[in-house]
């Protein structure tokens, strides 16, 4: 399903017009998404409880069709994040814009995982098993080295394959939901096990953005840099030492820039960081 934004213009705008003024919005079928486009949106996402940034991906599309979404990020769940971690909600916007991985949960309604070989061999480790054997009978599965990806559902077979091996261990060796938080974290978040941190990824995007607020207050230097706006010591340390080669930096302050600029009333950004979901 494609995604539209403030400025697009063609048969698709024409398309999500016809769906809007069939939901009941008032809007010109002109297909140019234009101000008044994306502002019906934004009422159409508020009544539905999405996340009001008026753009247009695979959540919006399926609401303006009927389909229930339960499991889907809205609008509260930002703003109690933003509460929460002491930022205005167009932070919260531009980090759910650029570092989320989108919809956190497969069309089965499993939540979005991917599977660490290189993170099963220490954690075995650490839960005083035989990983160096374990590395060289299921290389797959165990390894010192990253890789072996297959990628959606299919990591969901790895996982089930390396909970034959150590249940525990695999789930914390995985990435979890939305904003991809690794299992191994689950004490210094907060949660009780790592089998509730599994049960709470399996309930909501909402859920899902609760263990990142955990993950960034768990870290004095990431709360700072999110409060200051410093994009550049956020990305390194939510996304690596490799974030500029992804310009992470630069479409967080583009994002929030243009949530800032709807917040007061300014033009809307004229080329937004476009969103994944």
Same mark, same amino acid.
């Given at each position: 399903?494609? @995604?539209?934004?403030?400025?697009?213009?063609?048969?698709? $705008?024409?398309? *999500?017009?016809?769906?809007?003024?069939?939901?009941?919005?008032?809007?010109?079928?002109? =297909?140019? /998404?234009?101000?008044?486009?994306?502002?019906? %949106?934004? %009422? !159409?996402?508020?009544?539905? +409880?999405? &996340?009001?940034? =008026? @753009? $247009?991906?695979?959540?919006?599309?399926?609401?303006?069709?009927?389909?229930? *979404?339960?499991?889907?990020?809205?609008?509260?769940?930002?703003?109690?994040?933003?509460? *929460?971690?002491? $930022?205005?909600?167009?932070?919260?916007?531009?980090?759910?814009? @650029?570092?989320?991985?989108?919809? #956190? !949960?497969?069309?089965? =309604?499993?939540?979005?995982?991917?599977?660490?070989?290189?993170?099963?061999?220490?954690?075995?480790?650490?839960?005083?098993?035989?990983?160096?054997?374990?590395?060289?009978?299921?290389?797959?599965? %165990?390894?010192? *080295?990253?890789?072996?990806?297959?990628?959606?559902?299919?990591?969901?077979? +790895?996982?089930?394959?390396?909970?034959?091996?150590?249940?525990?261990?695999?789930?914390?060796?995985?990435?979890?939901?939305? !904003?991809?938080?690794?299992?191994?974290?689950?004490? +210094?978040? #907060?949660?009780?096990?790592?089998?509730? /941190?599994?049960?709470?990824?399996?309930?909501?995007?909402?859920?899902?953005?609760?263990? !990142? @607020?955990?993950?960034?207050?768990?870290?004095?230097?990431?709360?700072?840099?999110? +409060?200051?706006?410093?994009?550049?010591? /956020?990305?390194?340390?939510?996304?690596?030492?490799?974030?500029?080669?992804?310009?992470?930096?630069?479409?967080?302050?583009?994002?929030?820039?243009?949530?800032?600029?709807? =917040?007061?009333?300014?033009?809307? /950004?004229?080329?937004? &960081?476009?969103?994944?979901?």
């Amino acid at each position: 399903m494609c @995604v539209l934004k403030y400025g697009d213009s063609d048969k698709d $705008v024409r398309r *999500l017009q016809k769906l809007l003024i069939a939901n009941g919005y008032d809007v010109k079928l002109n =297909g140019a /998404f234009n101000e008044e486009t994306e502002r019906a %949106v934004e %009422v !159409f996402q508020e009544d539905h +409880r999405l &996340v009001c940034d =008026g @753009v $247009v991906g695979p959540k919006t599309w399926a609401a303006l069709s009927g389909a229930p *979404l339960p499991k889907t990020l809205c609008q509260r769940d930002i703003e109690k994040a933003a509460a *929460l971690l002491s $930022v205005e909600v167009p932070v919260i916007q531009a980090v759910n814009a @650029v570092e989320s991985s989108g919809c #956190g !949960f497969l069309d089965s =309604g499993m939540p979005k995982i991917l599977y660490e070989r290189h993170i099963m061999y220490r954690q075995l480790k650490s839960h005083g098993q035989k990983a160096d054997e374990w590395a060289r009978g299921i290389p797959a599965l %165990v390894s010192t *080295l990253p890789g072996g990806y297959r990628g959606g559902a299919n990591e969901w077979i +790895r996982l089930r394959d390396a909970e034959r091996i150590h249940e525990k261990a695999a789930r914390e060796s995985c990435s979890w939901g939305a !904003f991809q938080i690794m299992g191994w974290h689950w004490s +210094r978040l #907060g949660y009780s096990s790592i089998d509730e /941190f599994v049960d709470c990824m399996r309930r909501s995007e909402g859920y899902h953005l609760d263990a !990142f @607020v955990r993950f960034i207050m768990a870290d004095p230097n990431l709360t700072r840099a999110l +409060r200051q706006h410093d994009w550049a010591t /956020f990305a390194h340390g939510y996304n690596g030492k490799d974030y500029r080669k992804h310009a992470y930096d630069t479409k967080l302050a583009l994002a929030y820039q243009r949530y800032a600029a709807k =917040g007061t009333g300014e033009a809307p /950004f004229s080329k937004p &960081v476009q969103a994944t979901y």
